[in-house]
Nanobody
Framework: QVQLVESGGGLVQAGGSLRLSCAASGRTFSDYAMGWFRQAPGKEREFVTGISWSGGSTGYTDSVKGRFTISRDNAKNTVYLQMNSLKPEDTAVYYC?????????????????WGQGTQVTVSS
């Protein structure tokens, strides 16, 4: 079993930055790939970014490329999402997820464990 706890969400003005963290416990952190997803009101949950177990491979949805950066620290059992140049359309609940496949995936169905989510609100 894996427990994931996100933190770092909040209210920020457009153009600002936030850094989300996701702390994992329960299994060897480096056993699994990690992803960040988000869900805005009235919309389906969507893939934002993912990172492989080693950190050697990452992927981003087009709308966040060049603005968001995913990273992980296996020694601290934590994955991060640095979000810069935030836009109102980035407003959503952000979830981290863990996949035992070892490599990240765009599909939420490839992830085995989920955090409870953290709200990010970007004002215009």
């Amino acid at each position: 079993q894996v427990q994931l706890v996100e933190s770092g969400g909040g209210l920020v003005q457009a153009g600002g930055s936030l850094r989300l963290s996701c702390a994992a416990s329960g299994r060897t952190f480096s056993d699994y790939a990690m992803g960040w997803f988000r869900q805005a009101p009235g919309k389906e949950r969507e893939f934002v970014t993912g990172i492989s177990w080693s950190g050697g491979s990452t992927g981003y949805t087009d709308s966040v490329k060049g603005r968001f950066t995913i990273s992980r620290d296996n020694a601290k059992n934590t994955v991060y999402l640095q979000m810069n140049s935030l836009k109102p359309e980035d407003t959503a609940v952000y979830y981290c997820a863990a996949s035992l496949l070892g490599s990240w995936s765009y599909s939420q169905y490839e992830y085995d464990y989920w955090g409870q989510g953290t709200q990010v609100t970007v004002s215009s």
